[in-house]
């Protein structure tokens, strides 16, 4: 399974799973397993391994596209050498180069959008976990981050996507899984979606 599905109302404990799994909550009688290792015991082994894009993005306004980029890649300690190279990759990759020495918060929500997904695959994440990632875009700009994460799926990483969206969810999703009042209700794992291993 690459792209999980986390649907659930607002309060359903969305948010509360994603404090979980980056160790701001601690869980009180279960646990789970991220990448082969456990949030209440090997927490910052998870942490090496999952990256978050958060509702509501913590990149910086007052630096420019690529200089976001180059803060968080020296954040997570991204060899010197690699730094260049990988910035300009990402910033192709997203449609973000032409806009390279655009301030942040000069960008449409769309952009915005975009660069922070980029900024939490600069060090190579195997795992991310996007927290209702197109609350708030106009439906072109949906379109487009939809497409870019059909394509990052395709090198391997694994997308924990958290939404309230039933149709985008089953439109994106190999497997759904339904969250209501901190408790999994159901999981889809209907023929057409393969399983969710």
Request: hydrophobic fraction near 40%.
């Given at each position: ?27 009180i009688e ?35 596209v690529k ?131």
């Open positions: 399974m690459r792209f999980f599905g986390f649907l659930g109302s607002n309060g359903a404990g969305k948010t509360t799973i994603i404090r979980m799994f980056v160790g701001l909550t601690t869980p279960e646990t789970a397993i991220i990448g082969g290792f456990d949030i209440r015991s090997e927490i910052l082994e998870v942490k090496r391994r999952v990256g978050v894009v958060p509702e509501t993005s913590n990149l910086h306004d007052e630096l420019s200089d976001n980029l180059l803060f968080m890649a020296g954040l997570y300690h991204v060899p010197r050498l690699k730094i260049e190279e990988h910035v300009r990759e990402l910033l192709e990759a997203f449609n973000l180069w032409d806009r390279r020495d655009t301030k942040f918060g000069k960008l449409s929500k769309g952009l915005k959008r975009r660069l922070t997904v980029a900024a939490f695959l600069i060090y190579h994440s195997k795992i991310i976990l996007l927290d209702e990632p197109t609350i708030g875009l106009d439906v072109m700009s949906t379109r487009s981050l939809h497409h870019l994460l059909k394509e990052l799926r395709k090198t391997g990483v694994t997308i924990f996507f958290i939404t309230h969206y039933i149709e985008e969810a089953d439109q994106l999703c190999d497997c759904i899984a339904i969250i209501v009042k901190g408790r999994i209700v159901t999981v889809d794992i209907s023929n057409h979606r393969g399983d969710c291993t």
